[in-house]
């Protein structure tokens, strides 16, 4: 789970279970109230103009398989960023996301790890 930090409760209703709060709702975890997080991504100036364009889409390989990566860490983004830049050049963008987070892993890692995501 992100830091406790970035995690924003609001008055909308959960998008999963729609305000019901079951006990087993992963998303609202029964409070029946969606909750944001701040979340970051860091990629290179080529991959964002496809983001730009086309969106988020998810990699087709990473520590946890096909999925969109981000982190609550945003120096963990920005070294992200400086590893595909010095993978592929550009330069390192990073995008500050709120998001309601759904279905999500959490792994907790010192330093960027894993295969880079390609975007796009």
């Given at each position: 789970?992100?830091?406790?930090?970035?995690?924003?409760?609001?008055?909308?209703?959960?998008?999963?279970?729609?305000?019901?709060?079951?006990?087993?709702?992963?998303?609202?975890?029964?409070?029946?109230?969606?909750a944001h997080h701040i979340v970051y991504h860091g990629t290179?100036?080529?991959?964002?103009?496809?983001?730009?364009?086309?969106?988020?889409?998810?990699?087709?390989?990473?520590m946890f398989g096909q999925a969109f990566y981000v982190t609550a860490d945003r120096s963990k983004s920005v070294a992200f960023a400086r590893r595909k830049v010095k993978l592929e050049g550009g330069?390192?963008?990073?995008?500050?996301?709120l998001v309601d987070v759904g279905n999500m892993k959490q792994h907790n890692a010192s330093g960027p790890r894993g295969v880079p995501v390609t975007l796009g």
């Open positions: 789970m992100p830091n406790p930090s970035s995690r924003q409760s609001t008055d909308e209703a959960c998008f999963r279970c729609k305000g019901d709060a079951p006990a087993g709702c992963g998303s609202c975890r029964g409070t029946g109230k969606t290179n100036t080529e991959a964002s103009k496809n983001i730009d364009l086309d969106g988020f889409s998810l990699s087709l390989s990473g330069q390192g963008v990073v995008y500050t996301l």
